[in-house]
């Protein structure tokens, strides 16, 4: 079982930065895919960024293309988001999850964090 634990949001003006993190439990962090989604009310969640067991390879939703970059350090057990030239439209809540295997889907993610606020004001 792993469990995971995000922070790092908040209230930011347009234009600013945040730093998401995603501490996670347990020893088997480096096997799993990391993820960020987020979920604005009244809509979906969708897919933000992802990042493989071992870094190697990253993907970006196209909205966020050049403004986020996801990372993670596996001695620490955990995963960063780091969000640029946010915009209103950035505004949601944000959560990490882990899978086995690559997918966009969130149905496919096995574990998750309880999820951070991030709000962007115009």
């Known amino acids: 079982q792993v469990q995971l634990v995000e922070s790092g949001g908040g209230l930011v003006q347009a234009g600013g930065s945040l730093r998401l993190s995603c501490a996670a439990s347990?020893?088997?962090?480096?096997?799993?895919?990391l993820a960020w989604f987020r979920q604005a009310p009244g809509k979906e969640r969708e897919f933000v960024a992802g990042i493989t067991g071992i870094g190697g390879f990253t993907s970006y939703a196209d909205s966020v293309k050049g403004r986020f970059t996801i990372s993670r350090n596996n001695a620490k057990t955990t995963g960063y988001l780091q969000m640029n030239s946010l915009k209103p439209e950035d505004t949601a809540v944000y959560y990490c999850a882990l899978n086995a295997r690559y997918s966009l889907s969130a149905t496919d993610y096995e574990y998750w964090g309880q999820g951070t606020q991030v709000t962007v004001s115009s």
């Open positions: 347990g020893r088997t962090f480096s096997r799993y895919r």
